[in-house]
């Protein structure tokens, strides 16, 4: 059987840091309430002029670096994004021409805060059928530049990044298994209005940035983040116990440990990246999986499970031997 196996992973965040405190000159909110209602401290914001590919450059580069290999290897490109650098063509393809890779499929896929496990879930599917032997899949977002920054109830929560990750064609046991799921239904709960077929004339006015019910999305995001955990575990006969860490997308600390806490994991075993990252959609799974990799809390052979829910709604896990 053909594994697709973790062979390096890397991060980028922009220099530029955005503290509470800085937000408290902004909007009318306090460092006290941005901590205690979501766990965040600060955010990192891109520099004028450094796109979504940019920052994916910098984390692929890293990844490539770490697995070992060379570019010339990579055979497939996905790259998770809401905010890509144009309509088209692709971010993918942007990245492709930063790297220098010719001729390979690279394509973006769209799935808000779920959009790397959207891009795992592909990715395994393509090496596990002979596809792909070496993909490169990354989660890059700016969402600083669709957030309306005088939004106290939004502009607090997110932040910059991308992350990457360098998947390999393996005997050995690598993703077990990706579950996805998306129900439109609660499309307007979490939304950017604006869009192309809809009409360009509406960008940068109040519909060309976020809007979310908060806490409606809050409440949605710890029910199902349970049953998608339960899914995994029962689906590959796992406990809890054999889980070594979760790296669970960083909306919320609040919810990140109900989630936990539903699993039965202590948080001692949970990879927490939001206090310093804020919600960086498409790139907080591969973010904190690289920061946790990095920092020496992960080791090969570990069992991770993944999940993220976000707009849409989307959501999924995954469950990985690194
Ligand atoms: O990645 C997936 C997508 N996103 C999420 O998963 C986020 C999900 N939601 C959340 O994380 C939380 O719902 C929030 C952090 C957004 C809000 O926390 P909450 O405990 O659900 O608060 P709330 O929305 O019920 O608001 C409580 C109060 C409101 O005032 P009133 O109506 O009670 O007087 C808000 O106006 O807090 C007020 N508020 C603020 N106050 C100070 C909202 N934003 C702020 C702010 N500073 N930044």
């Not at 060379?70 to 998770?80: K, P, R």
């Not at 394509?107 to 990715?123: K, M, P, R």
């Amino acid at each position: 059987m053909t594994f697709a196996r973790i062979a390096g992973t890397g991060g980028y965040l922009p220099e530029r840091v955005l503290t509470n405190k800085d937000l408290e000159q902004m909007v009318d909110t306090t460092d006290e309430w941005i901590r205690e209602r979501s766990g965040i401290k600060r955010r990192h914001i891109a520099a004028e002029g450094e796109n979504t590919s940019d920052m994916g450059v910098n984390a692929a580069k890293k990844a490539i670096e770490a697995a070992d290999l060379d570019a010339s290897e990579i055979d497939l490109i996905i790259v998770a994004t809401t905010t890509p650098d144009k309509v088209f063509p692709s971010t993918a393809c942007i990245v492709q021409r930063k790297l220098g890779l010719k001729t390979i499929p690279a394509f973006d896929v769209h799935a808000a805060c779920s959009g790397f496990i959207y891009a795992l879930d592909i990715a395994n599917r393509f090496i596990a059928t002979g596809g792909a032997r070496t993909a490169l899949i990354i989660g890059s977002e700016t969402y600083s530049r669709i957030l309306d920054w005088t939004d106290r109830s939004t502009c607090v929560l997110f932040g910059d990044g991308a992350g990457a990750v360098v998947l390999r064609a393996s005997n050995e046991a690598g993703v077990f298994s990706t579950h996805i799921h998306s129900e439109g239904e609660f499309e307007e709960l979490l939304h950017v209005p604006a869009g192309i077929s809809s009409g360009y004339d509406v960008v940068q006015q109040e519909a060309a940035f976020i809007q979310m019910k908060g806490s409606e999305v809050f409440r949605k995001a710890v029910a199902t983040l349970g049953s998608i955990a339960r899914e995994t575990l029962v689906g590959n006969n796992v406990e809890q116990d054999d889980i070594a860490w979760l790296v669970p997308h960083q909306a919320n600390l609040r919810i990140i440990t109900a989630a936990a806490k539903k699993l039965g994991l202590p948080m001692e075993r949970v990879i927490v990246t939001v206090d310093e990252h804020a919600n960086t959609s498409s790139a907080s799974i591969p973010l904190a999986l690289d920061v946790a990799i990095r920092d020496g809390r992960i080791k090969r052979g570990e069992l991770l499970l993944f999940e993220a829910f976000g707009a849409g709604f989307t959501w999924g896990s995954a469950l990985v031997r690194y």
